[in-house]
């Protein structure tokens, strides 16, 4: 996990998972962002759009650590008046305004929720965004796309070949011989 405040203009920072890493100066994004007025900036989520189908998924891939407690959490949100149609967002890059007014609230808000229910942080967040009323802005609304900012690495498994390719992912950005050594490992598997 990163955070980039030294390098945000004033009030601005971005979280950065551990599984993301930045390939180029993100200053374009930060003043992208900044110019959007928004509260907070992320990626629209790749496949789904609605906190339903994300539980689904994740409950089927077993990626849930608590999921005695999904359908809990859902018919929380549901009784809360939480209409899950405003979409679905990646929490793996997240802009903030920290001059929002509603901002910190909406944080403590999501840190509580998942600390409550103890399944993904992604069921709760799409709830926050619209209880708090944060606007968002959309990165992928930002040319380039997140292809010229970020590569995303595969999560760490077992075993020496896992953890090289891990690796080779995360080098592969950084110049040719990194890059062709990456598509000769790809080719060997």
Known sequence: MLHYTSLAPDGLSV???ANVRPINDLLPLFEAFERSGADIGM????????????????????????????AEELQF????????????????????????????GAMEE????????????QFSLPFVLWKHGLKVYDLDEHSPGREHYFVRLQHSQAGIRNRLARYLQARAP??????A????????T
């Not at 990626?43 to 539980?55: K, W």
């Not at 950084?174 to 890059?179: G, K, M, P, V």
């Open 15 to 17: 979280y950065v998972d």
């Open 43 to 70: 990626y629209r989520h790749y496949a789904r759009s609605s906190v339903r189908d994300e539980a689904r998924a994740c409950l089927l891939r077993k990626k849930v650590d608590n999921p005695e407690a999904v």
């Open 77 to 104: 949100y549901e009784d809360a008046g939480f209409p899950d149609t405003g979409g679905m967002w990646e929490g793996s890059v997240i802009f903030r305004r920290h001059s929002s007014p509603s901002l910190q």
């Open 110 to 121: 999501w840190w509580d929720l998942y600390s409550r229910f103890q399944t993904r942080d």
């Open 174 to 179: 950084e110049n040719l011989f990194w890059s």
């Open 181 to 188: 050594l990456q598509r000769i490992a790809r080719s060997l």
